[in-house]
Antibody, heavy 122, light 109 residues
Framework: EVQLVESGGGLVQPGTSLRLACAAS????????MAWVRQAPGKGLEWVSL??????LYAESAKGRFTISRDDSTDTVYLQMNSLRVDDTAVYYC?????????????????WGQGTLVTVSS | QAVVTQEPSLTVSPGGTVTLTCDSS?????????PYWFQQKPGQAPRTLIY???NKHSWTPARFSGSLAGGKAALTLSGAQPEDEADYYC?????????FGGGTRLAVL
C-alpha cells in the first residue's frame, strides 16, 4: 500500500529540539519531491519545507532552524526542528509533492500522512 | 516571502456556482506559479483537487475546475453539493518555494 506515516510529535519546551519522521511505503522517496506542511490549531495550512534530488527549500519561518533530510535506505524523510517557539505549535503533515521515477513526474500532492502534533509550551 | 490571498469565506446555494480566487502579492498569477487547490474538511488531512492550474486528480469531482482569470488563479465549483462545504486552500510556487493562501471557508446553504 502506498502511504505516509508521520511520527515524532509531542510536547516540548520553547528553545528545545524535536525530530519528526515520515515513513513512506509503496514508493521510493529518492525519486520523489517530499514536503512538510503544518497547520496551527484553528489556522490555515503553511508550507514548511521540500526535499528533492536537487536539494532542499524552506519557508522563511523555517530557515535557519529546521532541516529536512531523508534516508533512502529506509524511505524515511525527517524534519529536524531546533530552537522551537510557541508559534511552531501545529499538526505537521508529510506529503508527496510529486513522484518522478523517470524524467516525467506525477502525483502532485497526491499523498498525505495523517499528521503528527507538535506542541511547544512551557 | 510572497503573500497569497484568498477570500476568507464564501457561501453558495446547493446546485449553485461559485468561484474562489487566489491572488499573489508579487503580481499576476501565471501558469509559472503552478497553482494548486486543496480541499480540507474538519479533522482530515488536505486533499488535492487541482494541480498546475487546471489538472485534476482521478478523485476530483467533475464539478470542480481550475483556471487563470484576471491575474488570479481560480477554482470554480459548478453545481455545489452539501459535501463540498469545507476549507479550500490554494498553493503557489515561487522558484520552488511554495506558499499557501490563507484559505476560503465555503458554506453550502
Amino acid at each position: 500500500e502506498v502511504q505516509l506515516v508521520e511520527s515524532g510529535g509531542g510536547l516540548v519546551q520553547p528553545g528545545t529540539s524535536l525530530r519528526l519522521a515520515c515513513a513512506a511505503s509503496g514508493f521510493t522517496v529518492s525519486r520523489s519531491y517530499m514536503a512538510w506542511v503544518r497547520q496551527a490549531p484553528g489556522k490555515g495550512l503553511e508550507w514548511v519545507s521540500l526535499i528533492y534530488s536537487g536539494g532542499s527549500l524552506y519557508a522563511e519561518s523555517a530557515k535557519g532552524r529546521f532541516t529536512i533530510s531523508r534516508d533512502d535506505s529506509t524511505d524515511t524523510v525527517y524534519l529536524q526542528m531546533n530552537s522551537l517557539r510557541v508559534d511552531d505549535t501545529a499538526v505537521y503533515y508529510c506529503a508527496r509533492d510529486r513522484y518522478c521515477p523517470t524524467s516525467r513526474c506525477s502525483g502532485y500532492f497526491d499523498l498525505w500522512g495523517q499528521g503528527t502534533l507538535v506542541t511547544v509550551s512551557s | 516571502q510572497a503573500v497569497v490571498t484568498q477570500e476568507p469565506s464564501l457561501t453558495v446555494s446547493p446546485g449553485g456556482t461559485v468561484t474562489l480566487t487566489c491572488d499573489s502579492s508579487t503580481g499576476a498569477v501565471t501558469s509559472g506559479h503552478y497553482p494548486y487547490w486543496f480541499q480540507q474538511k474538519p479533522g482530515q488531512a488536505p486533499r488535492t483537487l487541482i494541480y498546475d492550474t487546471s489538472n485534476k486528480h482521478s478523485w476530483t469531482p467533475a464539478r470542480f475546475s481550475g483556471s487563470l482569470a484576471g491575474g488570479k488563479a481560480a477554482l470554480t465549483l459548478s453545481g455545489a453539493q452539501p459535501e463540498d462545504e469545507a476549507d479550500y486552500y490554494c498553493l503557489l510556487s515561487y522558484s520552488g518555494v511554495r506558499v499557501f493562501g490563507g484559505g476560503t471557508r465555503l458554506a453550502v446553504l
